[in-house]
């Protein structure tokens, strides 16, 4: 095997996958026999056609490259489909206000009544059982009147929703056929950065196209895609249709649930790519099966994360684990013992070192189990056991600002403007039986701003002390000096957290 000097800068570098020989393998570009490497040859005219031959070793080091993409394309492809999904959108006469059919049986001799426009869209998903169970994202069948799924021999076949599960966007859906290829289903705990993924899907009406790349990151959270996110990154290309579909390993072990890109103008792929862990989507794929839905541990708090302002004003040596924020009163964690301020820093034997985990960790724990809660109160380690409960449907207890008068205090190093809490305001905003002072105002660009106070909080404390009155709301911050990491308890609506502010 030979190539051209121009195509031998193609093979600059061959990487090795890892499959066991572990080859780094380098052609050089017109090295002679002999000196020192960095000797320059004397200039020479370049040939009309310089030659190089690429040893035995490098042929079977590319031949085993695109083989292994080639093996792992075979294995997937199968058992990954396309979901067509069909929607049917009403709209009201656009004529109705000339009278409607009225109007056109006057002008047009025939009524016009309710529009009606289908909406068709496709997605992907991976089989997961030969009888005919699918693995898809909960966003490709929400609100679908039909879904059709095509195998790979083009026949088609009307699906059914089994389940949904809007806070993962994960969904199954069945076909009433036996015999399936079904994928094989990986271990997403133990893959690696830098580890070759393919990605199979259907993107852009392309049925059955296989991309390949790289893992790029685990472990992503705060990308508002879902509610509970742990998502594999992948520059492997995703596009819209992409989504529900397999990325898998060089093995072609499924390790992923392609649901989501980052791209400019929605449309493309620019390298970011997100998928479900498929230990995550195996354990709500169960769930959806069995139960029709799916069922979360429940401790009954709110975790916040602590940024390095929070950590210097609570005195803490490190920002891992997750500061509690609010406890919900005779929930599973009251019960146990954990009060507002702690630090959780371990949960069954695993480290906590965020909030996002540890809503996971909790989540996958599901109800009724008993959970070791290890804490960190006032510098001292502690654990509880907690016996968790069934996420509410709703156990976010989202609250809004609101607005109200009164005598009214400024700290201008901070900022921000408090005035006292009235029982008209109490009842107002929803701070009834509450202490505190109202943030009245936030002035842009000061460091109240930056620590994300909005008009109708309610500070409760500075630096872990109530404070009752505008006044004690002062002293409190002329107390920690200046340049000084002060930290807030918060409340907003019927959520509390902590803010670390600096003066």
Do not use: C
Not at 127 to 144: E, K, P, Q, R, W
Not at 291 to 300: A, E, N, T, W, Y
Not at 410 to 426: F, P
């Amino acid at each position: 095997m030979t190539i051209t000097r121009k195509a031998s800068l193609m093979l600059t570098a061959v990487l090795v996958l890892g499959f066991g020989a572990g080859v780094f393998f380098m052609t050089s570009l017109g090295a002679g026999s002999g000196g020192h490497p960095s000797e320059q040859p004397p200039e020479q005219a370049e040939p009309a056609a310089s030659q190089i031959t690429v040893p035995a070793q490098g042929k079977e080091l590319l031949h085993y490259f695109s083989t292994a993409f080639e093996a792992a394309a075979a294995r997937v492809n199968p058992s990954v489909v396309p979901i067509q999904s069909e929607q049917v959108t009403r709209t009201q006469d656009p004529f109705s206000q000339f009278g409607g059919d009225d109007f056109f049986r006057r002008f047009f001799g025939a009524p016009r009544g309710e529009q009606k426009q289908t909406i068709r869209a496709l997605g992907s998903g991976v089989i997961v059982s030969a009888d005919g169970y699918i693995l898809t994202n909960n966003h490709v069948v929400d609100g679908a009147e039909k879904l059709t799924v095509t195998l790979q021999d083009k026949k088609k076949y009307t699906a059914k929703v089994v389940g949904r599960d809007p806070q993962t966007d994960l969904a199954v859906v069945k076909i009433d056929v036996k015999g399936l290829p079904v994928a094989s289903l990986g271990n997403s705990d133990t893959v690696r950065v830098g580890q070759w993924v393919i990605a199979v899907g259907n993107p852009f009406q392309l049925m059955h196209t296989v991309t390949a790349g790289i893992i790029s990151a685990k472990g992503r959270s705060d990308t508002h895609l879902a509610d509970y996110e742990d998502f594999i990154q992948t520059d492997a290309s995703i596009n819209p249709g992409n989504s529900g579909g397999a990325l898998a390993d060089l093995d072609g072990n499924v390790i992923g649930i392609n649901t989501a890109i980052v791209s400019p103008n929605g449309t493309g792929n620019i390298g970011i790519g997100f998928a479900v862990p498929i230990n995550m989507a195996k354990s709500v794929m169960r769930s959806l099966i069995d139960k029709g839905k799916v069922s979360r541990g429940f401790l009954g708090l709110l975790p916040q994360d602590i940024d390095e302002n929070l950590g210097k004003a609570l005195n803490l040596k490190t920002t891992d684990g997750a500061l509690v924020g609010d406890v919900t009163p005779d929930a599973p964690a009251a019960k146990a013992g954990i009060k507002q301020g702690d630090i959780i820093t371990g949960f069954n034997g695993s480290k906590v070192t965020g909030s996002t985990q540890l809503r996971n960790l909790v989540a996958e724990a599901g109800p009724g189990s008993e959970a070791k809660v290890g804490i960190l109160r006032d510098g001292k380690p502690m654990e509880f056991t907690v016996k968790l409960g069934e996420k509410p449907a709703d156990a976010s207890g989202k609250g809004g600002n609101g607005e109200g008068e009164g005598e009214e205090q400024s700290s201008q190093k901070l900022g921000v403007s408090v005035q006292a809490l009235t029982a008209e305001i109490a009842d107002q905003l929803g701070y009834k039986g509450q202490h505190g002072v109202v943030v009245a105002g936030v002035t842009p660009g000061t460091p109240a701003e930056d620590a994300g106070l909005q008009r109708g909080d309610l500070i409760k404390e500075v630096n872990r002390k109530g404070v009752a009155s505008p006044s004690e709301f002062e002293q409190a911050v002329r107390r920690a000096g200046k340049n000084a990491s002060i930290a807030l308890l918060v409340q907003r609506g019927k959520n509390s957290f902590f803010v670390a502010i600096q003066s």
